[in-house]
């Protein structure tokens, strides 16, 4: 498990939600990003919503390659899309026989709202990622075997502000505490396009206070997906470093 903590968090929904159709794909604006195979829609959109393959909202992105030359397609459920920086990478393996102009996709672009931030720098939020492990020893094995599960995250919040209308609209259509949640981490206060953004769950909300003390709000949360990182304005994607 990898953890990081911080006073930055941000809460934000999505007000407005737009599908886009066979939108053209070009090298990304970072040079460096760019020779490694990175693609973004040429309208430049961001924060695409995550969804699972075959549902509607989940993006795919089609593209051209190999000897021969076959369309091959990109998982939704993958570290080769990232959600927050609008952007896609294409298979390494892929990306040297890649035919020109080939590569394009849809998805579902969200307008994002700030609903809820921490109330002061002494409140915190913590976020931990993890890849639970699997337990495959079977009867006779001299040692224990395992294999890597299935990667996610969670964390919690304290001191959390919530705009009370949300509340409202989270009862009224029965979603959560806050529907269709993204959870935005700000690692450094210098640096504020760099952060940690993915989709979450609000399972529990806690709301507590004492006559002599302010009102604390806190609240545990899953990931739900990914959990992208804005470095500086600009995708980070694993393993190309």
């Known amino acids: 498990m990898a953890g990081v903590s911080g006073k930055n968090a941000e809460i934000r929904i999505s007000t407005a ?10 090298a990304h604006s970072d040079p460096t990003l760019a020779a490694m195979g990175v693609f973004a829609p040429t309208n430049g959109d961001k924060n695409w919503r995550y969804a699972a393959p075959g549902e509607a909202e989940a993006p795919i992105v089609t593209y051209i ?3 021969p030359a076959q369309e091959k397609q990109i998982d939704s459920n993958s570290r080769f899309i990232h959600y927050a920086g609008g952007a896609v990478l294409i298979p390494p393996e892929d990306f040297p026989t890649l035919v020109p102009g080939s590569v394009s996709g849809s998805y ?35 040692f224990q075997t395992f294999v890597e599960g299935i990667p996610g995250f969670t964390g919690s ?27 935005r981490f700000k690692v ?16 529990t909300f806690n709301l ?15 990931g739900i997906g990914p959990l992208d990182l804005m470095e500086d304005g600009v995708p980070f994607f694993p393993g190309t470093v």
């Open 157 to 183: 919040l304290a001191g959390l502000y919530v705009n009370p209308d949300r509340y409202k609209l989270a009862l009224s259509n029965a979603s959560g505490i806050i529907p269709r949640k993204v959870g």
């Open 208 to 222: 507590s206070g004492a006559f002599d003390g302010a009102v604390e709000r806190s609240v545990d949360f899953t």
């Open 108 to 142: 579902t672009k969200v307008e994002m709202d700030l609903v809820g931030n921490l109330v002061t720098n002494e409140r915190s939020f913590e976020l931990n990622t993890e890849a639970p492990t699997i337990d495959t020893t079977t009867i006779g094995e001299e």
């Open 17 to 26: 939600e737009t599908r886009v159709d066979d939108e053209p794909f070009i």
């Open 188 to 203: 450094r206060r210098d640096k504020p396009n760099t952060y940690f953004q993915g989709t979450v769950i609000f399972p």
């Open 65 to 67: 390659s190999g000897a």
